[in-house]
């Protein structure tokens, strides 16, 4: 199987910050990588898919980047609302994986 | 709009087996392939099954090969998870996800879960 190694796997900022969230798989994906959003209580919601296309009604203050083994989430600027736990997924392969997620809270 | 509900959840004993089911709207359910992911207490996603768009392709979770079967009802647009042999590792919330195709794709919708708890 595909690992995938989040970091960090929590992260504190404040609003308005810029944060970067990276992925590395354990062999190249080419750049079948996709990132997903949580909030407590809540589903996974996709965010970015094939690295870095924004899923419809996600906020442009949201990108991706990276191919083969490395990859980046950047949030541009943090709003209140993006307080929340991270995960990338590999799609290479039909044995997907998921990072181990990021949790991302207020300074 | 596109709706999956998850049901099935309980609590059951080790050994035992469970029925989990998901059932779909709001979209041309035989064009999408549904995944089982699912999130034990305090750790992240584990992808557990998937099965294709027609049915006739199916993949496990070394984690649950053979002890868990997947499958479909097109005509009532329903994914079944059928669980045996379950252990307290399988404690969960279990969502259904659909992706457009099993390869290379991505899961674009996904139900709210429901919570399969094993203990004795």
């Known amino acids: 199987d595909i690992q995938m190694t989040q970091s960090p796997s929590s992260l504190s900022a404040s609003i308005g910050d810029r944060v970067t969230i990276t992925c590395r798989a354990s062999?190249?994906?080419?750049?079948?990588l996709n990132w997903y959003q949580q909030k407590p209580g809540n589903s996974p919601k996709l965010l970015i898919y094939?690295?870095?296309t924004l899923q419809s009604g996600v906020p442009s203050r949201f990108s991706g980047s990276g191919s083969g083994t490395d990859f980046t989430l950047t949030i541009s600027s943090l709003q209140p609302e993006d307080f929340a736990t991270y995960f990338c997924?590999?799609?290479?392969?039909?044995?997907?994986?998921f990072g181990q997620g990021t949790r991302l809270e207020i300074k | 709009q596109v709706q999956l509900v998850e049901s099935g959840g309980g609590v059951v004993q080790p050994g035992r087996s469970l029925r989990l089911s998901c059932a779909a709207s709001?979209?041309?359910?035989?064009?999408?392939?549904i995944y089982w992911v699912r999130r034990a207490p305090g750790k992240g996603l584990e992808w557990v099954a998937v099965i294709s768009y027609d049915g006739n392709n199916k993949y496990y979770a070394d984690s649950v090969k053979g002890r868990f079967t997947i499958s479909r009802d097109d005509p009532k647009s329903t994914v079944s998870l059928q669980m045996s042999s379950l252990t307290t590792e399988d404690t969960a919330l279990y969502y259904c996800a659909r992706a457009s195709t099993m390869v290379r794709g991505r899961l674009d919708y996904w139900g709210q879960g429901t919570l399969v708890t094993v203990s004795s």
């Open positions: 997924q590999q799609s290479y392969n039909t044995s997907i994986t």
């Open positions: 709001g979209f041309t359910f035989r064009s999408y392939a």
């Open positions: 062999q190249s994906i080419s750049r079948y």
């Open positions: 094939a690295t870095y």
